[in-house]
């Protein structure tokens, strides 16, 4: 493998890029300030924008880090962006990350996701040479494990009480992964 850093990915519907600082606001109108997003997520929604500046502002500062994967999701019909897709965790080791996403609500339900998971996994094994990409979900959120398997991840076990949320209680963590063979 060999890190690649946050490259620009394009989908048919969406590009995937780096974050920008001017992206805060839209980043906290759009999904950064709603509960409904941040139900199963570790971070609460932003009470103000000037989290969300500080977050974006500590991410920007990443980007020359070539094992940095940190991608804003942009809807191309509306020039707006609608959420976020990272590698939350790379085990150069074993050639494996694994990937967290988020998501307004606004655009839930139309396969966004999935159209960008498949492009960031496809990043992933072409142009990074990773073996295996791996994500897991709270099983009370199993939207979250059809956006996996529409993106062609297995589901390979459940991890029981192996989460704990933000509230400090435990949850059960549903498994998924895709391995490079299996493309
Ligand atoms: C999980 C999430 C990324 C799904 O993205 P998406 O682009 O809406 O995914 P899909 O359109 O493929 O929908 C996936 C499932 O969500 C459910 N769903 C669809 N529209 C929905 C809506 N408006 N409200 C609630 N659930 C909905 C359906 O069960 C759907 O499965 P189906 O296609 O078999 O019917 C998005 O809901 C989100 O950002 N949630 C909050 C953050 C989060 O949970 N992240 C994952 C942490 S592991």
Request: hydrophobic share 35%; aromatic share 10%.
């Amino acid at each position: 493998m060999q890190n690649k850093g946050t490259g620009t990915l394009e989908t048919d519907r969406l590009i995937l890029r780096r974050f920008r600082l001017e992206d805060a606001e839209q980043m906290f109108k759009n999904w950064a300030s709603d509960g409904r997003v941040t139900e199963f997520l570790t971070w609460p929604s932003h009470g103000d924008v000037e989290v969300t500046k500080a977050v974006v502002g500590s991410w920007v500062k990443n980007y020359s880090d070539m094992a940095y994967y940190n991608w804003v999701i942009e809807l191309k019909s509306a020039k707006e962006i609608i959420g976020n897709i990272s590698v939350i965790k790379l085990d150069e080791k074993i050639e494996a990350a694994e990937i967290g996403y988020c998501m307004g609500t606004n655009w839930w339900g139309q396969s966004i996701m999935p159209e960008a998971l498949k492009e960031v996994i496809a990043y992933l094994f072409d142009e990074v040479g990773l073996n295996r990409v791996e994500a897991s979900h709270d099983s009370n959120n199993p939207k979250s494990g059809r956006v996996m398997e529409k993106a062609g991840m297995k589901q390979e076990g459940i991890l029981r009480e192996t989460g704990l949320n933000r509230h400090g209680i435990y949850y059960d963590k549903v498994w998924y992964s895709i391995l490079r063979n299996e493309r």
